[in-house]
């Protein structure tokens, strides 16, 4: 078990023709589950890289449990790696495959070849992948395959485990039920876990701490609930949470936010407080979930505002409906028994203290007290 720091870590490619990591900077606590979530080309392989020594850092460092490990030779640093690419070995079995960590010069007093079966059978059976240890990858599915890589990380108790995207390639109903197996595994073992996805729901629903990354920068880190409840940023604003926070550009008359002649509300009095001394003449984006706005009849004493219902998805119990008012396009989510008539027009209410404001230039939070 160890703590992992990552302090100040860069990394280009193509002569810095690509930034893939800007000063990055993170701590995962011993027997933590960190999430780093991010989309497609954020920087969340190369970080993967870096930590197990596949590639060197350029500048910055890594240490294990307080000791600097950036120069470590991989072998050395005793973390198992899953990667979305799998990186099999093609010629050997499942068996083969799984056993092959178990077989290293250093570890090799540790197993005998009846207890090395028993943890290969045990780790596949875990996965679902007991009936396949006698094939070679290529006879495998991509989701098959992806099973094999993660078993080959989770196979030993290393230090940590760092798992890049490992059930990205398994289908809705595997991958729900696999999200639940690593936390089980990862709980019961206590095994310091560094955990990739570009699924804001896993990221949530697996860590304990997770950092938002995007674009080689760490956006966000905190716990779930610290980034969800008080997103840093539009940008983690709009990637945690599913559909994403509605984002409405509004300016400061007195004290109320005006959207054109769309819209006047009243401020709380925490918000005219972070609000005092702002320029008028800024923007100030306003941030509100679709779960915490609500349908009223469109002559309603308490609609904020007035829209036309217009594309409805339904996802079963809940659905999400776009209106639209005067080029404004706004998504709710509510249920599915309350969702209006395309083409209905609708009055919409929300409380103040659901929303978030965002400075207009910076796209930082505009933080109150309540914070
Ligand atoms: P993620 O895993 O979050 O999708 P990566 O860490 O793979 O992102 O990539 C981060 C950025 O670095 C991307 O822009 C990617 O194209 C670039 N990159 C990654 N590996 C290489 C490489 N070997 N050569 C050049 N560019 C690379
Ligand atoms: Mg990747």
């Not at 000791?67 to 093609?90: K, N």
């Not at 696999?178 to 697996?206: N, V």
């Not at 008080?230 to 945690?240: I, K, L």
Request: aromatic letters at 4%; charged letters at 25%; hydrophobic letters at 40%.
């Amino acid at each position: 078990m160890a703590k992992i720091t990552i302090q100040n870590l860069c990394k280009q490619y193509k002569n810095g023709e690509v930034q893939a990591l800007k000063d990055i900077s993170l701590e995962c606590r011993d027997g933590g589950f960190f999430c780093l979530l991010g989309p497609a080309g954020a920087g969340k392989t190369t970080t993967i890289k870096l930590l197990a020594g596949i590639e060197a850092a350029d500048s910055g460092r890594i240490l294990l449990d307080d000791v600097d490990i950036t120069d470590q030779m991989p072998m050395h640093r005793d973390l198992a790696v899953a990667f979305e690419t799998y990186a099999l070995y093609p010629q050997r079995t499942v068996r083969q495959n799984l056993a092959f960590p178990l077989q290293s010069p250093l570890r090799k007093n540790e197993w005998t070849p009846e207890t090395m079966e028993q943890r290969v059978v045990e780790i596949a059976n875990l996965l679902g992948i007991g009936e396949l240890l006698d094939r070679l990858p290529r006879q495998l599915s991509g989701g098959q395959r992806q099973r094999v890589a993660l078993g080959r990380a989770l196979v030993r108790k290393p230090k940590a485990y760092l798992l890049d995207e490992p059930i990205a390639h398994l289908d809705a109903k595997l991958r729900h039920r696999m999200r639940g197996e690593l936390k089980r595994i990862q709980m019961e073992l206590g095994i310091t876990t560094i955990y990739t996805t570009p699924d804001q729901l896993e990221a949530l629903s697996l860590a304990d701490t997770m950092a938002v990354i995007n674009n080689g920068r760490i956006e966000q880190s905190g716990t779930p609930a610290e980034i969800y409840r008080r997103p840093a940023n539009v940008f983690v604003a709009r990637f945690v949470g599913d559909p994403p926070m509605n984002i409405l550009t509004t300016h400061l008359v007195g004290d109320e936010l005006a959207l054109n002649s769309l819209m006047r509300l009243k401020l709380s009095e925490p918000f005219r407080r972070a609000l005092s001394g702002y320029p008028p003449e800024k923007p100030v984006l306003l941030g509100i979930r679709p779960k915490d706005m609500r349908l009223t009849p469109p002559d309603a004493p308490q609609a904020k505002l007035h829209a036309e219902s217009g594309h409805i998805q339904v996802l079963g119990e809940t659905s999400v409906v776009t209106l639209s008012s005067d080029g404004l396009e706004i998504r709710l989510k509510l249920a599915t028994q309350q969702a209006p008539r395309r083409g209905e027009r609708v009055g919409v209410d929300f409380s103040i203290e659901d929303c978030h404001l965002f400075d207009a230039h910076s796209q930082n939070r505009i933080a109150t007290e309540n914070d």
